[in-house]
């Protein structure tokens, strides 16, 4: 099995259960993975892409492009994890996605994942789950964003990466790469700059976390948890079996 299936049979059953057929299913898949530099796109804004993107290594980041050429980051995807699975069903894109840090994309033709889906409808139902949970980061994202004070909204943001990527098997010990710079930070979190660098200073004053030259340790987890107001139940990692 290709390094791309593996990836996306791990991201998948992180929520669902497979069948041996659904992994199979996923095995026979064509993929063409292409590696990436930091901040490099390979979905723009208004594409009518005909190809899926998984992640396959690293990390990658969903972005809306403003007039102004700012970026408002809406969601970072790790390994394993379909950030554009929407693309199935929408002609244009709506929103761009780029690397965060080096990452490696595999691409995977629609026409393949949507006969895939037809012939195995449970594999289907847990990519059409993965779109499901995407949602529900978006919805927490504009709770984040527009009701918790800057110390909070930081915390939780942090509190999720951690938490997915645990999940995921993509931490070590209390340590997860995190190359997100403090300008990217500011764009995903409704800062400025220094307002950034100052509620970071706050956080790591506290002794729950640290995060610095693209790695974030986490030193105390209940007591950050409780400082970015943060619950996990809203990611939805409970799997389920197909009905």
């Excluded at 299936?5 to 659904?22: F, K, N, P």
């Excluded at 554009?84 to 994942?113: K, N, W």
């Excluded at 012939?119 to 949970?133: D, F, N, Q, Y």
Aim: charged share 25%; aromatic share 8%.
């Amino acid at each position: 099995m290709h390094k791309a299936h593996e990836a996306l049979v791990r991201g998948l059953s992180e929520h669902s259960r497979l069948a041996e057929e659904d992994v199979a299913e996923v095995s026979a898949l064509s993929v063409t993975v292409r590696d990436f530099g930091p901040n490099e796109d390979f979905i723009r804004q208004g594409d009518c892409p005909e190809f899926s993107a998984l992640v396959v290594s690293g990390m990658v980041a969903r972005y809306h492009l403003m007039q102004t050429g700012r970026r408002q980051y809406l969601s970072f995807h790790l390994s394993g994890e379909l950030p554009d699975a929407q693309g199935l069903f929408i002609q244009r894109m709506d929103h761009g996605l780029c690397a965060i840090g080096p990452a490696s994309v595999a691409f995977i033709p629609h026409r393949e994942l949507l006969r895939a889906f037809v012939r195995r409808p449970s594999l289907g139902l847990a990519i059409w789950r993965e779109t499901l949970l995407d949602a529900a980061i978006f919805r927490e994202a504009i709770t984040n964003n527009s009701s918790r004070p800057m110390r909070a909204r930081m915390a939780h943001l942090f509190c999720e990466l951690f938490f997915r990527a645990q999940e995921a098997g993509l931490s070590r010990d209390n340590r997860l790469q995190l190359p997100i710079s403090l300008a990217q930070l500011g764009e995903t979190l409704g800062m400025a700059i220094a307002t950034v660098n100052r509620t970071l200073q706050e956080l790591r004053a506290s002794g729950l976390m640290d995060f610095r030259d693209g790695e974030l340790t986490v030193l105390k987890w209940s007591e950050l948890q409780a400082a970015g107001d943060f619950s996990p139940d809203y990611l939805h990692m409970t799997k389920l079996s197909p009905p």
